[in-house]
């Protein structure tokens, strides 16, 4: 087993090529320290992975795995279980710590894991198989704004020692694993665009018009967001607000497991409209497009792509659909419900006609983080409650309150609920709790004395 003298090896678990950029990034950036091995740890948590294409297939992929000493995979090592749902018995442990390190030649190495999605496999798994490695969590798109999904085990949470993210928002702190008062970190700018331009320059677009409106399609409908008819509306109504706006030359973005025909549908729209619609089905990142076309305009719904061309390349950028999909994100703790509500704010309505609201900046900001982050977890960030209620007592308007539930507020005490805060906490009083409890009680022992018994005639 490992001693302090033994050497130390880097363990990065990466499950898409975004991710991969953003450690390719921090490398490049010396965030990290030397180590004796850095090995890149590939999973493809599709939900068929045996049918979608690897990871580490990937244009581009092969310029970044240069950074690292060897490249593993993780789902020939847990076969023939699913990445995204096993976890080791605890008993099991000690023997799976043992195979792997045997497997992939750790020998008696000191383990540094470098994870995503702490909250859940595959990295969950890995950390807890190696119980006594270090922890490193990196986020690769706006999630890590938001708070801990679940309440994670404090034997994982205090091993966790920075979160690395790209500064997406500048100023603003993600709240992911603030209950454990991680250290956060940001992987510069610089080191980013300098990555993703390396995979741009793998994989060069062809058939792409320059200056184009880039409209970035998600498939909301697999998660259960939306329907599949209210997506496909969300799309039309991005070809028809860049029409709107004065695009003649549109370049759809589908995600890659959306139906074919979408993309038939919005073609027709577009030329209906009098536009020319291009439909990019290549398996190239977002931001291949931005530094290859550098598009007139980056549309989309609430996807990272718009706040990674607003910070890193200074392209214009709109965004629709927010309103609908804050009203059906279920259940309230949603973890895409702090990337929409930053997208619904700092990104302006790719309807012209919309009222101008101007963008929260520096302090309202970062009230308006603390509010919805309070609000999907109040048992994890208890600290969180009076910025909460400054925000929604300070900036909650006609124009925000969408952002938020109601009922939300109200079970919650807060201010913008139906009752009054000092009546809403009343029904969570012990002592009020205990008094409903006993009437419940004594209305069952009653109705079951005035229950008539039934006699054999």
Known sequence: MPTESSPRTHVFLVSTLYGTATLAAALDAGCFPDAERRLLL????????????????????ERLH??????????????????????????????????LRLLWGLGDARVTLVVESLQVPPALALAQVFADADLEVYADGLMSYGPTRVR??????????????????????????????????????????KVLAELADAAPLTGVPEG?????????SALGILTAE??????????????????????????????????????????????????????????AVFQQARPA?????????????????????????TRLVLERLSPYQNS????????????????????DEVPPGGEE????????????????????????????????TPGTRHRFSRRRLTVLGLPGGVLPPPLARLPRHPALRQAARYVRALKRRLARRLTPVRTEP
């Not at 490249?71 to 023997?95: F, K, S």
């Not at 993210?165 to 100023?171: M, T």
Request: glycine content about 8%.
């Open 297 to 321: 305009l980056v549309a989309g719904c609430f996807s990272t792509a718009l706040l990674t061309a607003r910070t890193l390349y200074g392209l214009p950028v709109a965004r629709t659909g």
């Open 212 to 220: 184009s409106a880039l409209l970035l399609g998600q498939y909301l």
């Open 66 to 99: 240069t950074r690292f000493d060897g490249v593993l995979g993780w789902n020939a090592a847990v076969a023939p279980c699913h990445p995204g749902g096993w976890q080791p018995r605890p008993d099991d442990v000690p023997l799976w710590e043992r195979h």
């Open 42 to 61: 590939v999973a493809n948590t599709s939900a068929v992975p045996e049918a979608a294409p690897p990871l580490d297939e990937a244009p581009g992929f």
């Open 336 to 355: 895409n419900r702090v990337p929409v509500v930053l997208v619904d704010a700092l990104v302006p309505d790719l309807d012209e006609d919309a009222p």
């Open 152 to 193: 994670l085990d404090p034997l994982i949470g205090v091993r966790v020692r920075r979160l690395l993210y790209p500064d997406l928002v500048p100023g603003l702190a993600p709240l992911l694993l603030a209950e454990f008062g991680t250290v956060r970190e940001t992987v510069p700018a610089e080191a980013m665009t």
């Open 230 to 287: 209210e997506e496909e509306g969300l799309h039309v109504a991005l070809v028809r607000g860049a029409a709107a706006r004065g695009h003649r030359s549109l370049v759809f973005k589908p995600h890659p497991s959306a139906p074919a025909a979408w993309t038939r549908t919005l073609s027709a729209e577009a030329e209906a409209l009098g536009a020319e619609l291009t439909v990019l089905d290549a398996p190239v990142l977002a931001e």
């Open 365 to 396: 900001l970062c009230g308006l983080l603390a509010a919805v982050g309070f609000t999907m977890q109040p048992g994890l960030l208890p600290e969180w409650r009076r910025a909460a209620e400054r925000h929604l007592a300070g900036h909650l």
